[in-house]
Protein backbone atom coordinates (compact mmCIF):
# COMPACT_ATOMS: atom_id res chain seq x y z
CA UNK A 1 0.00 0.00 0.00
CA UNK A 2 1.43 3.50 -0.75
CA UNK A 3 2.04 5.71 1.87
CA UNK A 4 -1.19 8.56 2.50
CA UNK A 5 0.06 12.07 0.93
CA UNK A 6 1.43 14.57 3.71
CA UNK A 7 -1.36 17.46 3.88
CA UNK A 8 0.68 20.75 3.76
CA UNK A 9 0.79 24.25 3.99
CA UNK A 10 2.52 26.41 1.73
CA UNK A 11 3.86 29.33 2.71
CA UNK A 12 5.52 32.25 0.66
CA UNK A 13 7.59 35.08 1.12
CA UNK A 14 9.01 37.79 -1.47
CA UNK A 15 12.67 38.53 -2.49
CA UNK A 16 13.91 41.98 -1.68
CA UNK A 17 13.39 45.39 -3.69
CA UNK A 18 12.68 49.19 -3.10
CA UNK A 19 17.03 49.05 -2.87
CA UNK A 20 16.48 46.71 0.46
CA UNK A 21 19.24 43.98 0.78
CA UNK A 22 16.77 41.67 2.54
CA UNK A 23 13.01 40.91 2.43
CA UNK A 24 11.56 39.49 6.35
CA UNK A 25 9.36 37.93 4.52
CA UNK A 26 11.43 35.20 2.86
CA UNK A 27 14.00 35.04 5.77
CA UNK A 28 10.82 34.54 7.81
CA UNK A 29 8.76 31.68 5.59
CA UNK A 30 12.12 30.18 4.42
CA UNK A 31 12.86 29.08 8.34
CA UNK A 32 9.54 27.46 8.74
CA UNK A 33 10.11 24.88 5.61
CA UNK A 34 9.98 21.12 6.83
CA UNK A 35 8.17 22.20 10.38
CA UNK A 36 4.83 20.33 11.00
CA UNK A 37 1.83 21.82 12.49
CA UNK A 38 -1.58 20.77 12.99
CA UNK A 39 -0.65 17.49 10.93
CA UNK A 40 0.56 20.07 8.28
CA UNK A 41 4.31 19.76 6.93
CA UNK A 42 4.91 23.68 5.97
CA UNK A 43 6.77 23.85 2.32
CA UNK A 44 8.05 26.84 1.10
CA UNK A 45 8.58 29.05 -1.84
CA UNK A 46 9.87 32.48 -2.79
CA UNK A 47 8.02 35.08 -5.11
CA UNK A 48 9.84 37.45 -7.28
CA UNK A 49 8.75 41.22 -6.50
CA UNK A 50 7.90 41.62 -9.88
CA UNK A 51 3.86 41.72 -10.76
CA UNK A 52 4.84 39.69 -14.50
CA UNK A 53 6.59 37.21 -12.76
CA UNK A 54 5.23 36.40 -9.21
CA UNK A 55 1.22 35.34 -9.83
CA UNK A 56 3.12 32.59 -12.47
CA UNK A 57 5.33 31.40 -9.35
CA UNK A 58 2.33 31.18 -7.14
CA UNK A 59 0.01 29.26 -9.02
CA UNK A 60 3.29 26.77 -9.85
CA UNK A 61 3.84 26.38 -6.00
CA UNK A 62 0.15 25.45 -5.50
CA UNK A 63 0.34 23.31 -8.53
CA UNK A 64 3.62 21.52 -6.79
CA UNK A 65 2.22 21.88 -3.07
CA UNK A 66 -1.26 21.44 -3.05
CA UNK A 67 -2.30 22.56 -0.03
CA UNK A 68 -4.85 22.68 2.19
CA UNK A 69 -4.33 26.26 3.29
CA UNK A 70 -2.18 29.11 2.01
CA UNK A 71 -0.24 31.95 3.40
CA UNK A 72 1.42 34.65 1.42
CA UNK A 73 3.68 36.79 3.48
CA UNK A 74 5.11 40.43 2.38
CA UNK A 75 6.73 43.51 3.93
CA UNK A 76 4.90 46.57 4.56
CA UNK A 77 7.79 48.74 5.74
CA UNK A 78 6.33 51.42 8.38
CA UNK A 79 4.25 49.46 9.67
CA UNK A 80 4.87 48.28 13.48
CA UNK A 81 2.45 45.17 13.77
CA UNK A 82 1.54 41.98 12.01
CA UNK A 83 -1.05 42.75 9.81
CA UNK A 84 -3.70 40.15 9.00
CA UNK A 85 -4.95 41.76 5.86
CA UNK A 86 -8.49 41.43 5.16
CA UNK A 87 -9.04 42.78 1.29
CA UNK A 88 -7.26 42.79 -2.04
CA UNK A 89 -8.56 44.88 -4.45
CA UNK A 90 -8.51 44.94 -8.24
CA UNK A 91 -6.22 47.59 -8.90
CA UNK A 92 -2.11 48.36 -9.36
CA UNK A 93 -1.14 51.76 -8.58
CA UNK A 94 2.77 51.48 -8.20
CA UNK A 95 4.76 53.86 -6.21
CA UNK A 96 7.75 52.84 -7.41
CA UNK A 97 8.86 50.47 -9.64
CA UNK A 98 9.15 46.20 -9.51
CA UNK A 99 11.96 44.35 -9.32
CA UNK A 100 12.10 44.11 -13.55
CA UNK A 101 11.42 47.92 -13.48
CA UNK A 102 7.81 47.78 -14.19
CA UNK A 103 5.32 50.60 -12.43
CA UNK A 104 2.28 50.15 -13.52
CA UNK A 105 -0.69 53.08 -12.36
CA UNK A 106 -4.05 52.95 -12.41
CA UNK A 107 -4.60 49.18 -14.21
CA UNK A 108 -6.91 46.56 -13.17
CA UNK A 109 -4.92 43.36 -11.39
CA UNK A 110 -7.56 41.03 -13.41
CA UNK A 111 -8.82 42.75 -16.05
CA UNK A 112 -12.61 41.95 -16.10
CA UNK A 113 -12.25 40.48 -12.27
CA UNK A 114 -14.16 41.55 -9.52
CA UNK A 115 -13.16 44.66 -7.62
CA UNK A 116 -12.20 43.14 -4.44
CA UNK A 117 -11.58 39.23 -2.37
CA UNK A 118 -11.95 38.98 0.50
CA UNK A 119 -9.42 35.97 2.84
CA UNK A 120 -10.96 33.46 3.73
CA UNK A 121 -8.79 33.02 7.14
CA UNK A 122 -10.36 33.38 10.59
CA UNK A 123 -8.42 36.79 10.51
CA UNK A 124 -10.33 37.91 14.31
CA UNK A 125 -9.31 34.47 16.30
CA UNK A 126 -5.69 35.08 14.55
CA UNK A 127 -5.80 38.28 16.11
CA UNK A 128 -6.96 37.37 19.55
CA UNK A 129 -4.29 34.05 19.62
CA UNK A 130 -1.25 36.75 18.44
CA UNK A 131 -2.30 39.09 21.06
CA UNK A 132 -2.61 36.36 23.31
CA UNK A 133 0.92 35.25 22.88
CA UNK A 134 2.39 39.14 22.99
CA UNK A 135 2.69 39.44 19.36
CA UNK A 136 1.41 42.99 18.40
CA UNK A 137 -0.97 42.41 15.46
CA UNK A 138 -4.02 44.36 13.51
CA UNK A 139 -6.66 43.53 11.25
CA UNK A 140 -5.67 45.42 8.46
CA UNK A 141 -8.41 47.02 5.43
CA UNK A 142 -5.71 47.56 2.89
CA UNK A 143 -2.81 45.58 1.22
CA UNK A 144 -1.56 48.31 -0.61
CA UNK A 145 -1.50 48.40 -4.78
CA UNK A 146 1.83 46.98 -5.16
CA UNK A 147 2.78 43.41 -6.04
CA UNK A 148 1.82 41.87 -2.52
CA UNK A 149 -1.33 43.37 -3.14
CA UNK A 150 -1.93 42.09 -7.08
CA UNK A 151 -0.32 38.28 -5.47
CA UNK A 152 -3.05 38.80 -2.68
CA UNK A 153 -5.65 39.38 -5.75
CA UNK A 154 -4.33 36.26 -7.97
CA UNK A 155 -4.43 34.10 -4.94
CA UNK A 156 -7.88 34.80 -3.89
CA UNK A 157 -8.66 34.12 -7.32
CA UNK A 158 -6.77 31.10 -7.40
CA UNK A 159 -8.86 29.87 -4.18
CA UNK A 160 -12.00 30.77 -5.44
CA UNK A 161 -11.98 28.47 -8.40
CA UNK A 162 -11.42 25.29 -5.88
CA UNK A 163 -14.90 26.56 -4.12
CA UNK A 164 -13.87 26.83 -0.53
CA UNK A 165 -11.29 24.00 -0.66
CA UNK A 166 -8.98 25.39 0.39
CA UNK A 167 -7.80 28.52 2.36
CA UNK A 168 -5.36 31.45 2.13
CA UNK A 169 -4.61 34.99 2.69
CA UNK A 170 -1.98 37.48 3.33
CA UNK A 171 -0.20 38.91 6.04
CA UNK A 172 2.46 41.80 5.95
CA UNK A 173 5.21 41.93 8.39
CA UNK A 174 7.47 45.02 9.61
CA UNK A 175 11.20 46.35 8.84
CA UNK A 176 13.47 44.07 10.48
CA UNK A 177 15.48 46.07 13.04
CA UNK A 178 18.96 46.05 11.08
CA UNK A 179 16.35 47.73 8.16
CA UNK A 180 15.17 50.34 10.74
CA UNK A 181 18.52 50.79 12.11
CA UNK A 182 19.64 51.93 8.45
CA UNK A 183 16.54 53.71 7.40
CA UNK A 184 16.00 55.84 10.32
CA UNK A 185 12.79 56.11 12.55
CA UNK A 186 10.41 53.17 11.45
CA UNK A 187 9.34 50.47 13.82
CA UNK A 188 10.54 47.05 13.48
CA UNK A 189 10.48 43.37 14.53
CA UNK A 190 12.92 41.04 15.53
CA UNK A 191 12.87 37.83 12.95
CA UNK A 192 12.06 35.61 16.04
CA UNK A 193 8.94 37.17 16.60
CA UNK A 194 7.65 37.28 13.36
CA UNK A 195 8.69 33.53 13.02
CA UNK A 196 6.32 33.10 15.82
CA UNK A 197 3.81 35.08 14.60
CA UNK A 198 3.22 32.80 10.96
CA UNK A 199 3.27 29.74 13.44
CA UNK A 200 0.46 31.15 15.22
CA UNK A 201 -1.26 31.84 11.98
CA UNK A 202 -1.11 29.07 10.53
CA UNK A 203 -2.04 26.87 13.68
CA UNK A 204 -5.07 28.60 14.01
CA UNK A 205 -5.99 29.05 10.58
CA UNK A 206 -5.55 24.94 10.37
CA UNK A 207 -7.69 24.47 13.78
CA UNK A 208 -10.21 27.36 13.55
CA UNK A 209 -13.27 26.54 10.97
CA UNK A 210 -15.63 29.20 12.48
CA UNK A 211 -14.40 32.93 12.59
CA UNK A 212 -14.63 34.84 16.09
CA UNK A 213 -16.40 38.12 16.80
CA UNK A 214 -14.28 40.61 17.94
CA UNK A 215 -14.29 44.79 17.02
CA UNK A 216 -10.85 45.36 15.45
CA UNK A 217 -11.66 48.11 13.38
CA UNK A 218 -10.54 51.43 12.30
CA UNK A 219 -11.60 55.17 11.76
CA UNK A 220 -8.87 56.21 9.65
Known amino acids: ?42 RVARLRCDFAVAPGQLARAIAKHDPTLVLCIGQAGGRGTVSLERVAINVIDARIPDNAGSQPVDVPVVPGGPAAHFSSLPLKAMLAALREAGIPAEVSATAGTFVCNAVFFHLA ?4 ARAGAVRGGFVHIPYLPSQAARIGNVPSMALETMIAALRTCVRVALTTREDVQLAAGSEA
Do not use: C, Y
Not at 2 to 31: C, H, I, M, Y
Not at 157 to 160: K, M, P, V
Open 157 to 160: EALA
Open 1 to 42: MSAKPARTVLLTGFDAFGGERVNPSWQAVRALAGERIAGHEL
